[in-house]
Nanobody
Framework: QVQLVESGGGLVPPGGSLRLSCKAS????????MRWMRQFVGKQPELVAELYAGGSANYPVALKGRFTISRDNIENIIYLQMDNLQPDDTAVYSCSAQSNYNGLRYWGQGTQVTVSS
């Protein structure tokens, strides 16, 4: 069973930064695509960033430049560095792992990010 535990959310003023962490129970280098997703109230989850097993990353055009996904291969942690946060970034941020072998997808419980003065 894959377990993902996020941390690092909280309240931040506009223009501020946060770094989210996702501790995984799997070897994140081996056969999984790791993603950060976010969900606004009443909306479907949307992609924030994804990191392929080989190490390359992909971002939606609207978020490129402000959000950065990275990983710690030893501790199996996925990070999301978020800069110049704005109130529209307020959402629940979740980590997911999708098996490149069978397509199964696993989710963490999510962490709330609130951007407000």
């Amino acid at each position: 069973q894959v377990q993902l535990v996020e941390s690092g959310g909280g309240l931040v003023p506009p223009g501020g930064s946060l770094r989210l962490s996702c501790k995984a129970s799997i070897d994140i280098r081996s056969g999984y695509t790791m993603r950060w997703m976010r969900q606004f109230v009443g909306k479907q989850p949307e992609l924030v960033a994804e990191l392929y097993a080989g190490g390359s990353a992909n971002y939606p055009v609207a978020l490129k430049g402000r959000f950065t996904i990275s990983r710690d291969n030893i501790e199996n942690i996925i990070y999301l560095q978020m800069d110049n946060l704005q109130p529209d970034d307020t959402a629940v941020y979740s980590c997911s792992a999708q098996s490149n072998y069978n397509g199964l997808r696993y989710w963490g419980q999510g962490t709330q990010v609130t951007v407000s003065s």
